[in-house]
T-cell receptor, first 116, second 109 residues
Framework: SAVISQKPSRDICQRGTSLTIQCQVDSQVTMMFWYRQQPGQSLTLIATANQGSEATYESGFVIDKFPISRPNLTFSTLTVSNMSPEDSSIYLC?????????????FGEGSRLTVL | QKEVEQNSGPLSVPEGAIASLNCTYSDRGSQSFFWYRQYSGKSPELIMSIYSNGDKEDGRFTAQLNKASQYVSLLIRDSQPSDSATYLCAAFNDYKLSFGAGTTVTVRA
């Protein structure tokens, strides 16, 4: 099983600022996924990050708001830009278990952001 | 219409009873299906996967899939207080995993 480390685990941010979340995996993976879980809600996929190419964003999410980097096969970052209270959520990094395109995901512990 | 819908909770069952969780999905192209368990304040963890019609058993957990009815279920037998959590149903298609809203289960001692 993959070990996924996320930083920060939690943060309190001011409106209008930006925060970058880091995700480090202990093995090389092709795809990394970023999810958002708003309070009391389920998980929504923000984007899929492949190494060496631009991230693929889901409907309702745009690169200007959630820029993603994927510099190598073990690391990715998600930036939440120009934050508003509506961005208060848990942001989760995930990778696939047992190879590519299986649908079986491991999740990091999440980054809980509160925007004031 | 949501891609994955789960029966509304919360679900409260006595210790030792069977907890039954249901899920339907809208995308007929979905290839595989999963149940994740999420304890309060924690991230989801995969507990069951099912790819073909029928039942799949793993310990006290049984997943059932009916692709014709676009229906997935999870049975938890001999429920324990440690099973108290939110259970998320997920359907996978075309590199995307879509989650239901979750059903919160409380096992009463």
């Amino acid at each position: 099983s993959a070990v996924i480390s996320q930083k920060p685990s939690r943060d309190i941010c001011q409106r209008g600022t930006s925060l970058t979340i880091q995700c480090q995996v202990d093995s090389q993976v092709t795809m990394m996924f970023w999810y958002r879980q708003q309070p009391g809600q389920s998980l929504t996929l923000i984007a899929t990050a492949n190494q060496g190419s631009e991230a693929t964003y889901e409907s309702g999410f745009v690169i200007d708001k959630f820029p993603i980097s994927r510099p190598n096969l073990t690391f990715s970052t998600l930036t939440v830009s120009n934050m508003s209270p509506e961005d208060s959520s848990i942001y989760l990094c995930s990778v696939e278990h047992r190879g590519t395109n299986t649908g079986e995901l491991f999740f990091g512990e999440g980054s809980r952001l509160t925007v004031l | 219409q949501k891609e994955v819908e789960q029966n509304s909770g919360p679900l409260s069952v006595p210790e030792g009873a069977i907890a039954s969780l249901n899920c339907t999905y809208s995308d007929r192209g979905s290839q595989s299906f999963f149940w994740y368990r999420q304890y309060s304040g924690k991230s989801p963890e995969l507990i069951m996967s099912i790819y073909s019609n029928g039942d799949k058993e793993d310990g006290r957990f049984t997943a059932q899939l009916n692709k014709a009815s676009q229906y997935v279920s999870l049975l938890i037998r001999d429920s324990q207080p440690s099973d108290s959590a939110t259970y998320l149903c997920a359907a996978f298609n075309d590199y995307k995993l879509s989650f239901g809203a979750g059903t919160t289960v409380t096992v009463r001692a």
